[in-house]
């Protein structure tokens, strides 16, 4: 069967609470960058995504921050719900490489 | 909607015995890609195609193969599989690039190798 896997780290919040997931991104050159949700037993889906040309981007209850001298991004998810539990990747890519995902952290949405 | 469509979602497969899996889009992007996902771990980049040229990763075993036979249709082959290659096949497509483009996922095909 399959390998035994990794702990995620886990990020357990209350419902209505905002939750801040952080990634720590590898390549100083990566331009481009991509959150995705995981929720269990389905593929990625599309969240936000910034270019390296701008250092945060607001979409419908969800902020990414992107901080290059630190090689740091976050996502911020407002007013969290029980349907945000999930796991959560970002993903990186420099020029026309492929997209490089980071290990993941699992959300927890408690009522 | 214009999606990312895997077939079937559940595949059991016996040690040793082909496997195909399917993946088709209906959004006519030019790049298709084949991950593989094991539990509580990051997708794995296994191969894509830009167009028709055909991108294998290094490190991706000579076990898994692929096809694409039009912009809409691509195959995963696995010749023989083993107890390690049980995980979840993801399919995923880009309009463009790779890179600088949102990848878009189908929903994956868990393969279970008895």
């Known amino acids: 069967g399959e390998s035994v896997g990794l702990h995620l780290p886990t990020l357990s919040v209350q419902e209505g609470d905002n939750s801040i997931i952080n990634c720590a991104y590898s390549n100083s050159a990566s331009d481009y960058f991509i959150w995705y949700k995981q929720e269990s037993g389905k593929g990625p889906q599309f969240i936000i995504d910034?270019?390296?040309?701008?250092d945060k981007r607001q979409g419908q209850r969800v902020t990414v921050l992107l901080n290059k001298t630190v090689k740091h991004l976050s996502l911020q998810i407002a007013a969290t719900q029980p349907g945000d539990s999930a796991v959560y990747f970002c993903a990186e890519n420099m020029g026309y490489s492929t997209l490089t995902f980071g290990k993941g952290t699992m959300l927890l949405v408690s009522p | 909607d214009a999606m990312v469509i895997q077939n079937p979602r559940y595949q059991v497969t016996q040690f040793g015995k082909p496997v195909t899996l399917s993946c088709s889009q209906t959004?006519?992007?030019?790049?298709m890609y084949w991950y593989q996902q094991k539990s509580s771990q990051a997708p794995k980049l296994l191969f894509h195609y830009y167009d028709k040229d055909f991108n294998n990763e290094a490190d991706t075993p000579d076990n898994f193969q692929s096809r694409r036979p039009n912009t809409s249709f691509c195959f995963l082959d696995i010749r023989s599989p083993g107890l390690g290659d049980a995980a979840m096949y993801l399919c995923?497509?880009?309009?463009?690039?790779?890179?600088?483009?949102?990848?878009?996922f189908g929903p994956g095909t868990r393969l279970l190798v008895l």
């Open positions: 995923a497509t880009s309009r463009d690039g790779p890179g600088r483009e949102t990848q878009y």
């Open positions: 959004l006519n992007h030019n790049v």
């Open positions: 910034i270019r390296s040309n701008m």
